[in-house]
């Protein structure tokens, strides 16, 4: 089944500990995304990677890094957490990043930083 | 400003009834339009996509684009309660993967 995996669904931490939230596609595409969603602002683009060891920056990047050293992974990493990054995040992807391409999305991870 | 106004409801109709969403933007670069159905505690999934002005039907979705206006529709014929879930509306400038993303209207359809 094609689909986009993200790990874990839930992570609650504490201000300052680094964490990973990991995504990973089956399709072999090469556009990677994140996104993170809050309420009344809709989704905000973190980073997005157009093939591997490419990624650029989106509309949130502060306070976030993300690598692409494997077509299928694209890991997102919080060095170190603060309150405002507790938010509903998304990892989506498609062939190759293409407007009129569908874009997968992954079923989220909901971050909680105390 | 946002760049993508959303009411964000909830919009709540009877089963079986025609259910209007709409968008308003306030870049006219914005050439490609979607519409995406998330539900509870799920991705958003592309429902519908629109380039320039127009309408588009599928099954018993329409979308319609009014770039004079700014202003884009989606409409859902038949409802279903099925059909509650938040609609995301989000749009482009260009063919890259941009998207710009309206904060989303939850709507319930009730049996």
């Known amino acids: 089944e094609a689909q986009v995996t993200q790990n874990p669904r839930y992570l609650i931490t504490v201000t300052g500990k680094k964490l990973t939230v990991t995504c990973s596609q089956n399709m072999n595409h090469e556009y990677m995304s994140w996104y993170r969603q809050d309420p009344g602002l809709g989704l905000r683009q973190i980073y997005y990677?157009?093939?591997?060891?490419?990624?650029d920056k989106g509309d949130v990047p502060e306070g976030y890094k993300v690598s692409r050293k494997e077509k299928r992974n694209f890991p997102l990493i919080l060095e170190s957490p603060s309150p405002n990054q507790t938010s509903l995040y998304f990892c989506a992807s498609s062939l190759f990043g293409r407007t009129n391409e569908k874009l997968f999305f992954g079923s989220g991870t909901q971050l909680s930083v105390l | 400003q946002k760049e993508v106004e959303q009411d964000p409801g909830p919009l709540s109709v009877p089963e079986g009834a025609i259910v209007s969403l709409n968008c308003t933007y306030s870049n006219s670069a914005f050439q490609y339009f979607m519409w995406y159905r998330q539900y509870s505690r799920k991705g958003p999934e592309l429902l519908m996509y629109t380039y320039s002005s127009g309408n588009k039907e599928d099954g018993r979705f329409t979308a319609q684009v009014d770039k004079s206006s700014k202003y884009i529709s989606l409409f859902i014929r038949d409802s279903q309660p099925s059909d509650s879930a938040t609609y995301l509306c989000a749009m482009s400038k260009a063919a890259g993967n941009k998207l710009t993303f309206g904060g989303g209207t939850r709507v319930l359809v009730k049996p």
């Open positions: 990677s157009m093939n591997v060891e490419v990624t």
